[in-house]
T-cell receptor
Framework: QQQVKQSPQSLIVQKGGISIINCAYE??????FPWYQQFPGKGPALLIA?????SEKKEGRFTISFNKSAKQFSLHIMDSQPGDSATYFC????????????FGQGTRLTINP | IAGITQAPTSQILAAGRRMTLRCTQD?????MYWYRQDLGLGLRLIHY???????GKGEVPDGYSVSRANTDDFPLTLASAVPSQTSVYFC???????????FGEGSRLTVL
């Protein structure tokens, strides 16, 4: 049972375009929603994160949009660059005796030059 | 700054053998985690530890065990490896102030 559902599984975008990755969740106990970026052969690293009391967070070319009522959140990469080519994971945190992050299935993003 | 160090980087293992994946952190984080990464399934939590001396089960704990004798080390043991445990394993620690997870570079395990 996947608690966080991510789509698409893979995405190809032209350089300069907008990349959009979507995630949906069911558990309303989640209180923190990060996105992680992973390059080949490396571990994931935190890219950007949002809490459910705000609807949007922007850091440079990266924006998280959060819709609490729909239980959905998305990552937008503006002016996508070849260096953004990586696998992206959305996640959600639950605190039930311990803090645990539940990850989506991942999206392999390729930016064509 | 090393962060999270995992060993081995990769390993090929015969089914039925015992294997321990090592994980060491130098950030003095209390919470540590083991995830496995499989294509199409993302990162799934195997076991976690809130602090030294305590451990807990994640989403996919069967066939794995962990120990947390001290703050820095969090080894993952496969008592009798099976082919379905072929995966890339990531160890992580958590900054309790920010909630951010710091991952190692992974251990690629192939069970034949």
């Amino acid at each position: 049972q996947q608690q966080v559902k991510q789509s698409p599984q893979s995405l190809i975008v032209q350089k300069g375009g907008i990349s959009i990755i979507n995630c949906a969740y069911e558990n309303t106990a989640f209180d923190y929603f990060p996105w992680y970026q992973q390059f080949p052969g490396k571990g994931p690293a935190l890219l950007i994160a949002i809490r459910p009391d705000v609807s949007e967070k922007k850091e440079g070319r990266f924006t998280i949009s959060f819709n609490k009522s729909a239980k959905q959140f998305s990552l937008h990469i503006m002016d996508s660059q070849p260096g953004d080519s990586a696998t992206y994971f959305c996640a959600a945190r639950i605190i039930q005796g311990a803090q645990k992050l539940v990850f989506g299935q991942g999206t392999r993003l390729t930016i064509n030059p | 700054i090393a962060g999270i160090t995992q060993a081995p980087t990769s390993q090929i293992l015969a089914a039925g053998r015992r294997m321990t994946l090592r994980c060491t952190q130098d950030m003095r984080h209390n919470a540590m985690y083991w995830y496995r990464q499989d294509l199409g399934l993302g990162l799934r939590l195997i076991h976690y530890s809130n602090t030294a001396g305590t451990t807990g089960k994640g989403e996919v704990p069967d066939g794995y065990s962990v120990s947390r004798a001290n703050t820095d080390d969090f080894p993952l043991t496969l008592a009798s490896a099976v082919p379905s445990q072929t995966s890339v394993y990531f160890c992580a620690s958590q900054d309790s102030n920010t909630g951010e997870l710091f991952f190692g570079e992974g251990s690629r395990l192939t069970v034949l």
